[in-house]
């Protein structure tokens, strides 16, 4: 089934060439079928980029699915065009009366800053706390998983001695889950972040449950056990050539960075990255978007129950 979203959106064009379907809205509505509605909260600076790779997850399945932008109003991105955001994107505003079965809420680069000290931290939170009765599932990933993590249960971030950043394998600590089934007994993920959550506390909160870790870089998937929010401390969504970018961009503003850990054949920055993450993206998403149809309320309204009566 194709994904639904607005003409204007930069990655239409690209995720068409790579043979993922689209459809414009006057088609999707005479198909006698409710799509699935997800919201993307894009807390990135350039947006387009992070729109592709998401698009290019959720279009990978056989439902359709109507998808919404939203960016935040209380700050005032210097890296993309006014324009397109007035074009493509929402603000709370326009969507709190809505209803959806899925939100994402991305990254950001602020990781180094106190939750209260972001500028749009009330901004956050209100869809955080908004969400609990307008959406059926929540993915948060990377600062988007510690913001989430910090508001609803209190777990602290701590800084890094050095940035984690590379490919890195995780192993399984629940089996036969279904946002990991079809899943090896190990993944590969790309992370990029100088923080780190407070994993002892993270292990004592009893709605919580740890889905996959890692010896060397700890927890990596934490959802609840209805699957209404689940949190990634890692990039499922990057491309191939993701990381490398930041690489280089670091690189030449002579900043410290090391070669990313197991991203080159043979740590030889002139080879192609690997790119071993990527079935499991594809994989991790399709699970979701599956679970989510299954589960969601076919009458959105049902969500105002709050989160713990529409449980799994």
């Not at 609990?132 to 001695?161: D, M, R």
């Not at 394998?169 to 190990?186: A, I, N, S």
């Amino acid at each position: 089934m194709p994904i639904q979203i607005s003409d204007h959106v930069s990655a239409k064009e690209i995720l068409q060439k790579e043979g993922i379907f689209t459809i414009e809205q006057g088609r999707a509505l005479h198909q006698d079928i409710r799509p699935l509605k997800i919201l993307i909260l894009n807390l990135m600076p350039l947006k387009k980029p992070t729109e592709l790779q998401l698009l290019r997850l959720l279009g990978d399945s056989p439902l359709q699915i109507e998808v919404d932008f939203c960016h935040t109003a209380t700050h005032q991105s210097t890296h993309t065009d006014p324009t397109y955001l007035e074009e493509c994107y929402y603000t709370f505003s326009d969507i709190q009366n809505r209803y959806y079965d899925g939100l994402l809420i991305t990254g950001a680069p602020v990781e180094l800053s106190d939750f209260e000290d972001v500028d749009y931290w009330q901004e956050i939170i209100t869809y955080l706390e908004w969400s609990k009765t307008h959406v059926f599932s929540v993915i948060h990933f990377c600062w988007g998983a510690q913001a989430a993590l910090y508001h609803y249960y209190g777990i602290h971030k701590h800084t890094l001695s050095k940035k984690l950043f590379g490919i890195y394998e995780y192993q399984l600590t629940v089996k036969h889950h279904p946002l990991l089934r079809g899943f090896d007994d190990r993944y590969f993920i790309p992370q990029s972040r100088h923080t780190a959550i407070d994993e002892m506390y993270a292990r004592t909160i009893p709605e919580l449950q740890i889905l996959s870790c890692s010896k060397e870089t700890g927890i990596n998937i934490l959802s609840t056990k209805n699957i209404r929010r689940i949190f990634i401390l890692g990039h499922f969504e990057y491309d191939r050539r993701t990381l490398e970018t930041e690489y280089i961009r670091d690189k030449n503003k002579g900043l410290p960075i090391d070669i990313p850990t197991n991203y080159y054949p043979n740590n030889d920055d002139t080879q192609t990255p690997s790119f071993i993450w990527c079935s499991y993206a594809h994989l991790f998403y399709h699970n979701w978007l599956n679970t989510v149809y299954q589960e969601t309320p076919y009458n959105l309204l049902e969500l105002e129950n709050g989160f713990e009566d529409c449980a799994h």
